[in-house]
């Protein structure tokens, strides 16, 4: 018989401020940065997008378009996402199309070329990859999310500089500079690599997006091309401050529904889950700390790209069969972290799943299983968590039990009933 924790779903509050008015926000970043004066009718404008799942993307990215037009400029999108969308040209745009950029919805063109052209060389050695198609350009603008990198530590981590260094560098630029990250710390390529980008090449802003804990977008912030070293680290602090998170920090088992590129890099956001240093345990200092993942599936709009999978313990067999290999492969070689396309042991039912961690909790009671249940890294409003946490949830300001404490539901088949509305993939 079933020795499960019985589960309450919980409700986090989080610091959430709200941009109401994307086109204004757009409008008012560019302003800053002084664009128009910097803009002649007839200027070609590249904008590079990248493969995030960025909320508002679509919005911002148009109205990014539509004030570029009114300046008389001749906006085009290029794609800016190193490897990613199997690291061809024709993949590449349909990454953008799943998230909503098109030629229709963005009212101008997507050029996407996968061959980048060498633009010098890096003080540290190695030539400096970038965007053919972009440098055709009369200026490039460029959009990205600024939030904590999956992998890498610094002042600067996943950002307007991270997409001029790989995202604008194609696959082999992206595979290079990952290679590099064995030799040298990421501060010392990006400071190296940028500075010879920005004396090269037309870049002209950049829009930072900063995400509330609710993944909705908080503020988009003008910059400069010349104040990205400057700047960024500020924002980067600030999207720290406004992450969601775990609401505790030692966990049993951490259920997710769905990993994905568009969910993080890395699949799962290893800021959230504690895996940033290693993908099976947690540093002395690092919280939260989980023993065991038990991945559920993919999203759709990852299209197989199963990268992550390897930093879960456990996974459902329907993963392993949706998983487009070539792509998992390409990514986690790419980025130099094998280990995250290894397969997790894998079974065909939740419920097989879930009996097979029970070595792990030793004596304990299931009552004292601690065990959290959620959609993604990024939505982490609303979970489930084991009755092992009630008197922790009441003590806290922060959080609130929705429910009470019940047992987990299975359908016939032995699959958990969804408790999140997650899409099969």
């Given at each position: 018989m079933d020795q499960f924790p019985r589960m309450f779903r919980l409700r986090q509050h989080f610091d959430t401020p709200r941009l109401q008015d994307i086109p204004q926000a757009v409008a008012t970043a560019l302003a800053r940065v002084e664009v128009r004066a910097k803009v002649n009718p007839g200027d070609t404008v590249a904008i590079a997008v990248g493969s995030r799942g960025i909320r508002n993307l679509s919005a911002i990215v148009t109205a990014a378009v539509h004030e570029l037009k009114r300046m008389g400029a001749e906006p085009f999108i290029v794609p800016a996402m190193g490897s990613h969308g199997g690291g061809t040209a024709e993949g590449q745009v349909k990454v953008l199309a799943r998230l909503g950029v098109t030629p229709e919805s963005a009212g101008c063109p997507v050029r996407s070329e996968i061959e980048p052209a060498v633009i010098g060389e890096s003080p540290l050695g190695f030539p400096i990859y970038f965007d053919r198609v972009a440098l055709t350009a009369t200026h490039i603008v460029v959009i990205n999310r600024i939030k904590p990198h999956t992998m890498f530590v610094g002042p600067v981590e996943s950002g307007l500089m991270k997409m001029l260094l790989i995202g604008l560098a194609k696959p082999r630029g992206a595979a290079l500079y990952h290679r590099a990250i064995f030799n040298y710390s990421f501060p010392q390529i990006i400071e190296g690599v940028?500075?010879?980008?920005?004396?090269?090449?037309?870049?002209?802003?950049?829009?930072?997006?900063?995400?509330?804990?609710?993944?909705?977008?908080?503020?988009?912030?003008?910059?400069?091309?010349?104040?990205?070293?400057?700047?960024?680290?500020?924002?980067?602090?600030?999207?720290?401050?406004?992450?969601?998170?775990?609401?505790?920090?030692?966990?049993?088992?951490?259920?997710?529904?769905?990993?994905?590129?568009?969910?993080?890099?890395?699949?799962?956001?290893?800021?959230?889950?504690?895996?940033?240093?290693?993908?099976?345990?947690?540093?002395?200092?690092?919280?939260?700390?989980?023993?065991?993942?038990?991945?559920?599936?993919?999203t759709p709009a990852t299209a197989g790209n199963a990268t992550g999978i390897g930093i879960a313990e456990i996974c459902r067999s329907r993963i392993i069969e949706q998983m487009d290999q070539n792509a998992t492969r390409l990514n986690c070689l790419t980025a130099g972290h094998l280990t995250a396309a290894m397969l997790p042991v894998h079974f065909a039912t939740d419920r097989e799943a879930l009996n097979a961690p029970f070595a792990r909790y030793g004596l304990r009671p299931a009552q004292d299983w601690r065990w959290l249940w959620i959609r993604d890294t990024l939505h982490l409003g609303e979970l489930l968590a084991s009755e092992a946490y009630w008197q922790a949830a009441e003590r806290s300001a922060h959080l609130d039990a929705v429910t009470e404490a019940a047992p987990l539901r299975f359908d016939d088949a032995g699959q958990l009933i969804e408790q999140f509305g997650v899409p099969e993939a």
């Amino acid at each position: 018989m079933d020795q499960f924790p019985r589960m309450f779903r919980l409700r986090q509050h989080f610091d959430t401020p709200r941009l109401q008015d994307i086109p204004q926000a757009v409008a008012t970043a560019l302003a800053r940065v002084e664009v128009r004066a910097k803009v002649n009718p007839g200027d070609t404008v590249a904008i590079a997008v990248g493969s995030r799942g960025i909320r508002n993307l679509s919005a911002i990215v148009t109205a990014a378009v539509h004030e570029l037009k009114r300046m008389g400029a001749e906006p085009f999108i290029v794609p800016a996402m190193g490897s990613h969308g199997g690291g061809t040209a024709e993949g590449q745009v349909k990454v953008l199309a799943r998230l909503g950029v098109t030629p229709e919805s963005a009212g101008c063109p997507v050029r996407s070329e996968i061959e980048p052209a060498v633009i010098g060389e890096s003080p540290l050695g190695f030539p400096i990859y970038f965007d053919r198609v972009a440098l055709t350009a009369t200026h490039i603008v460029v959009i990205n999310r600024i939030k904590p990198h999956t992998m890498f530590v610094g002042p600067v981590e996943s950002g307007l500089m991270k997409m001029l260094l790989i995202g604008l560098a194609k696959p082999r630029g992206a595979a290079l500079y990952h290679r590099a990250i064995f030799n040298y710390s990421f501060p010392q390529i990006i400071e190296g690599v940028v500075e010879r980008v920005l004396a090269k090449c037309p870049v002209l802003c950049g829009l930072a997006i900063i995400e509330n804990a609710a993944e909705d977008t908080a503020m988009i912030e003008g910059l400069r091309a010349e104040e990205f070293a400057t700047h960024e680290p500020e924002l980067l602090s600030l999207a720290k401050r406004l992450m969601p998170r775990l609401p505790f920090d030692e966990v049993d088992l951490l259920i997710i529904d769905q990993i994905g590129k568009d969910i993080s890099g890395a699949g799962m956001d290893t800021n959230i889950v504690g895996r940033k240093y290693n993908d099976h345990e947690a540093r002395p200092d690092e919280r939260p700390r989980v023993s065991t993942i038990y991945v559920r599936g993919l999203t759709p709009a990852t299209a197989g790209n199963a990268t992550g999978i390897g930093i879960a313990e456990i996974c459902r067999s329907r993963i392993i069969e949706q998983m487009d290999q070539n792509a998992t492969r390409l990514n986690c070689l790419t980025a130099g972290h094998l280990t995250a396309a290894m397969l997790p042991v894998h079974f065909a039912t939740d419920r097989e799943a879930l009996n097979a961690p029970f070595a792990r909790y030793g004596l304990r009671p299931a009552q004292d299983w601690r065990w959290l249940w959620i959609r993604d890294t990024l939505h982490l409003g609303e979970l489930l968590a084991s009755e092992a946490y009630w008197q922790a949830a009441e003590r806290s300001a922060h959080l609130d039990a929705v429910t009470e404490a019940a047992p987990l539901r299975f359908d016939d088949a032995g699959q958990l009933i969804e408790q999140f509305g997650v899409p099969e993939a």
